[in-house]
């Protein structure tokens, strides 16, 4: 079964949703909705909605939710999806009221061409880089004292942060089932909780920060030695 592009998504919906429109007074209508709160819009591969691949976004969804912010979590087309990104975020509720875009669906340098870097600045929020690990399973990850495979470092961590996304966060990982039907084994992604957590506490605060007055924020900026010589004190990526 191949799945729908471009529709609205969320766990305790009954079907996906083609519009804001008819999401909002779904996600009004079901007691999710937080009054005054902003939004998140979370970017996917229609496959993540898939059995096996969609418990750690439900997670993160609902992790979201209990911080106080209101989610909607898009599917995106694999075409020209910059033009539909641009017409989610100039559409109440989120035109005026964005706070964040989770971006599942952000890995690939190749993605950031001019057209989508400018709906990006329109945005003017925070892009989160939530991760599926894909190159080890959770028993791996746990027991390498690396941790993430150089690939997947590569892949999922670095490009996205040279592009401009914050707070890599690795909230899913795979598990190693067996189906007995076809007496196979295979994987499946399972949440990190504690590493949920963390994550919306922290996108929480970036729509807390979205609200203060610019008068009120603190900047902080770290110096640190790095060698002899007359530069041996700089400052961290200035």
């Known amino acids: 079964i191949e799945p729908p592009e471009n529709g609205l998504y969320h766990p305790d919906a009954p079907k996906l949703f083609p519009n804001l429109d008819k999401y909002e007074q779904w996600y009004r209508s079901s007691g999710h909705f937080h009054e005054g709160k902003r939004w998140d819009l979370t970017v996917i591969f229609p496959t993540f909605t898939i059995d096996g691949k969609k418990e750690a976004v439900d997670a993160l969804i609902?992790?979201?939710?209990?911080?106080?912010?209101?989610?909607?979590?898009?599917?995106?087309?694999?075409?020209?999806?910059?033009?539909?990104?641009?017409?989610?975020?100039?559409?109440?509720?989120?035109?005026?009221?964005?706070?964040?875009?989770?971006?599942?669906?952000?890995?690939?340098?190749?993605?950031?061409?001019?057209?989508?870097?400018?709906?990006?600045?329109?945005?003017?929020?925070?892009?989160?880089?939530?991760?599926?690990?894909?190159?080890?399973?959770?028993?791996?990850?746990?027991?390498?004292?690396?941790?993430?495979?150089?690939?997947?470092?590569?892949?999922?961590?670095?490009?996205?942060?040279?592009?401009?996304?914050?707070?890599?966060?690795?909230?899913?990982?795979?598990?190693?089932?067996?189906?007995?039907?076809q007496n196979i084994h295979a994987y499946r992604y399972v949440p990190v909780p504690q590493h949920l957590e963390i994550l919306a506490r922290r996108t929480a605060r970036w729509h807390a920060l979205k609200e203060m007055p610019n008068k009120e924020k603190k900047i902080f900026l770290m110096y640190y030695n790095h060698g002899a010589g007359k530069q041996n004190i700089g400052a961290s990526y200035l």
């Open 62 to 181: 609902r992790a979201y939710e209990k911080e106080g912010i209101n989610t909607v979590t898009w599917m995106r087309e694999m075409k020209d999806w910059n033009k539909t990104l641009d017409q989610l975020i100039s559409t109440p509720p989120l035109a005026g009221n964005l706070g964040s875009i989770t971006g599942f669906a952000f890995k690939f340098s190749s993605m950031f061409t001019v057209d989508l870097l400018s709906v990006l600045k329109k945005a003017d929020v925070p892009v989160i880089n939530a991760q599926n690990l894909f190159f080890s399973s959770n028993e791996e990850w746990l027991k390498d004292p690396q941790g993430i495979s150089p690939v997947g470092l590569a892949f999922q961590f670095c490009n996205p942060e040279i592009s401009g996304l914050v707070e890599p966060t690795v909230i899913g990982v795979k598990e190693r089932v067996r189906d007995v039907s």
